[in-house]
């Protein structure tokens, strides 16, 4: 686990036992997790071993998860749960830990760029369906299950936010204000926790292709061009992200936390949004400007 004794010795570092199931018998619950980046992290934390218990608003995404990690071998529950619901939340904490008694690692993954408006457009519903949906949730959902990890003196916390919140975004400052809140977030509860043996880290996403994102309809006869779009020269994929989330919730990264990760093909190193006179908005993957 990730919670071990101060004694500045190299026995401090928890051994990797099997690299290929790096969360055997960890219970991890993961928001979101019925499709795109979240069936994602479920898939591949299942295959390491995780008892995975899965948060998803969607009752088919929840079964659908459900029905095909069972099929494949592991271990997992959904739940029907909207965790911008107070009471939801509550329900799901208390389903979890009388099923295990206690929750290893919490990965916070819902998330959406909707409402989508123009700041000058907006208004105060829309910036608290935002907060709600980006920021919100990931307060009450780490509240609910922080205190059974301080309990244990062991635990991983990785908040999916944007890389939106890690540069400047012009589609919308009230998202990317709520992203970079999200990542703060992150950094000042790894400060707060880590003497209590919980680690807290985050993943900024872009790029990724997923039934909420699409970036690749429309641009089919534009593949040349992601050399342009992306340094790493192609669209990102949910398993991209879980690759990474798995590394932060297992003992591989047992030396690592307050960090916010761009998983993003190098976007965010290699520039960003670019404004487009030709087409009068802002572009992350222009054919012409």
């Not at 055997?24 to 591949?44: C, E, F, H, N």
């Not at 218990?53 to 592991?74: L, Y």
């Not at 960090?259 to 222009?286: C, M, Q, Y």
Request: proline share 4%.
């Amino acid at each position: 686990m990730t919670g071990h004794a101060r004694s500045g010795t190299a026995e401090d570092v928890p051994p990797i036992d099997d690299w290929n199931r790096l969360l055997d018998g960890r219970v991890a619950v993961v928001t979101g997790g019925g499709d795109g980046v979240g069936a994602g992290i479920v898939r591949l934390f299942a295959q390491h071993g995780a008892h995975v218990e899965v948060a998803e608003i969607d009752a088919t995404r929840a079964e659908r998860i459900r029905a095909e990690v069972t099929a494949a071998g592991g271990s997992i529950r959904s739940h029907v749960v909207d965790v911008t619901s107070d009471a939801d939340v509550a329900r799901l904490a208390e389903a979890v830990l009388a099923a295990h008694g206690r929750v290893d690692v919490l990965v916070n993954n819902v998330g959406d760029y909707r409402p989508l408006v123009p700041f000058a457009q907006s208004t105060p519903d829309s910036w608290q369906a935002i907060y709600n949906v980006n920021l919100r949730h990931v307060f009450a959902v780490t509240r609910a299950f922080v205190p059974t990890m301080t309990d244990a003196r062991s635990g991983s916390i990785v908040t999916v936010h944007s890389v939106e919140g890690m540069r400047g975004y012009p589609k919308d400052p009230v998202y990317g204000a709520m992203k970079a809140a999200a990542a703060h977030f992150t950094t000042c509860l790894a400060v707060d926790l880590g003497r209590h043996g919980i680690r807290v880290n985050g993943i900024g996403t872009d790029l990724a292709q997923t039934p909420q994102v699409d970036y690749l309809t429309g641009y089919e006869d534009d593949a040349a061009l992601w050399a342009s779009w992306a340094p790493v020269g192609r669209v990102g994929w949910p398993e991209d992200q879980a690759r990474v989330a798995l590394f932060l919730a297992s003992d591989l990264s047992s030396f690592v936390t307050g960090h916010n990760i761009p998983v993003d093909g190098g976007t965010k190193a290699g520039g960003g949004w670019l404004f487009s006179p030709r087409e009068d908005r802002f572009v992350n993957r222009s054919r012409h400007l």
